[in-house]
């Protein structure tokens, strides 16, 4: 049994990632997490206090994190700001947190020999065209498009620098985007969902034909995990599940799940710098580590999550009216 400090902890794939701590190992974990607009206590509801400790605290505070990552055997790094339009509008915090937090939380776990393990993405690579036949690889150069990307990238190149001058005892993933429960109402699913129960139309930036490849948050749970307990150290690995649809798609499945006409849609203005799309070659992760998704069928793993927003309204309504404002005023 160890303890696991989860950085990150009260946000999306964090808090997805501790509940399947708790309910898949006998670990136990505590979070670290400033409770940005993008954190919320309330999705650690429930969660047993005994395997369970909560520090509200930013992953950029030397001291804090000395003394945390002192007592903890493990890091799991997920605390970002993780929002490409945000970064576009301020690139100020990903700079900070992302860059600096990270560099904070490895120069700890190389004073304490704690195995680290870094959550990223696969925007690091850039993108690819539509018709090509090769997706990311291990492999494929970094060529980040975003403010966020970029960041993200940086701090990937913090980590791997530290495991070879310093032998930080660190693993890496990369994965793909995520849906499913507890995800932010400004990402792309969860957006589209709460504008059709609004009785809103979704919004689509430019023309839709952007492809992105979708995995349901569970599975990049059990990767990460897998890879915890089984990676090489120095190592990075793919994350995905063969999830690529392009954001059209994904908007027509949503509305006809939803009961409404598959065209109930508006084109808004495209993001800049807009990613084309995204690919992921997981065929390392199948092979050295023998994992395996376990949602393949994104149309129920979309339902279920249409259920989980029907369901859970009082999680997302305190945030649906000021990240509608935002878009608003770019006119997306
Ligand atoms: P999120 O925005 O939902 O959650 C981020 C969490 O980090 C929040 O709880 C926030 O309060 C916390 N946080 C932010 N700044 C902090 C700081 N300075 N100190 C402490 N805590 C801080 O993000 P997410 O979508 O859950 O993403 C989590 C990680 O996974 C990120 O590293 C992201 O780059 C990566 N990732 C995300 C996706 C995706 O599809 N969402 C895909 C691949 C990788
Ligand atoms: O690929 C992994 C990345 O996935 C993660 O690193 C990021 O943290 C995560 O936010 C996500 O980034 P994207 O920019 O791909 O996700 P987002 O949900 O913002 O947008 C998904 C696609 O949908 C993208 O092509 C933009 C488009 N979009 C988004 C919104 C919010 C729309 O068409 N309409 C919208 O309203």
Redesign the pocket.
């Known amino acids: 049994m160890s303890k696991l400090l989860v950085t990150g902890g009260a946000g999306f794939i964090g808090s997805n990632f501790v509940r399947y701590l708790i309910d898949h190992t006998d670990h136990t974990v505590s979070v670290l997490d400033k409770l940005t607009y993008a954190g919320d206590l309330t999705t650690l509801a429930g969660l047993p206090a005994e395997r369970l400790r909560f520090v509200q605290g930013d992953v950029c505070d030397p001291q804090l994190v000395d003394e945390l990552v002192r007592d903890h055997d493990v890091v799991v790094h997920f605390a ?1 700001e ?4 945000n970064s576009l509008s301020d690139p100020s915090p990903f700079i900070q947190t992302n860059l600096v937090g990270t560099y904070t939380l490895i120069e700890a776990a190389r004073r304490y020999e704690a195995r680290y393990h870094h959550i990223s ?3 690091v690579y850039g993108d690819l065209k539509l018709d090509d036949p090769e997706r990311f690889t291990e492999q494929t150069p970094y060529n980040p498009s975003s403010p ?2 970029a960041s ?1 990238a940086g701090s990937d190149l913090l980590v791997r620098a530290w495991v070879r001058s310093f032998g930080l005892q660190a693993t890496l993933s990369n ?4 849906y499913g429960p507890y995800q932010h109402v ?4 969860p ?2 969902i709460t504008n059709i129960i609004d009785g809103e139309r979704p ?4 023309n ?1 034909l ?1 492809v ?2 979708w995995i349901h948050v569970d599975d990049h749970s059990s990767a990460v995990l897998r890879i915890i307990e089984r990676g090489r150290i120095g190592e990075t690995y793919l994350i995905g599940a063969d999830g690529e649809k392009n ?1 059209r798609e994904v908007v027509e499945t949503i509305l006809e799940l939803m009961g409404r006409s598959r065209d109930d849609y508006d084109h ?1 203005n495209d ?1 800049a710098g ?2 084309l799309r ?1 690919g992921i070659d997981w065929t390392r992760l199948r092979r050295e580590l023998d994992w395996q998704p376990q949602y393949r069928d994104f149309a129920s793993g979309l339902a279920q999550t249409i259920d989980w927003y029907r369901a859970n309204e009082f999680w997302w309504r305190p945030k649906k009216a000021a990240t509608e404002a935002k ?1 608003a005023a770019v006119g ?1």
């Open positions: 970002a993780s929002h490409n339009d993405t696969d925007e966020y990307s993200k994965c793909s985007n995520n400004e990402k792309f699913i957006r589209q919004k689509l930036y430019g839709g952007n992105r490849d954001n808004v993001r807009h990613d995204y878009y997306q």
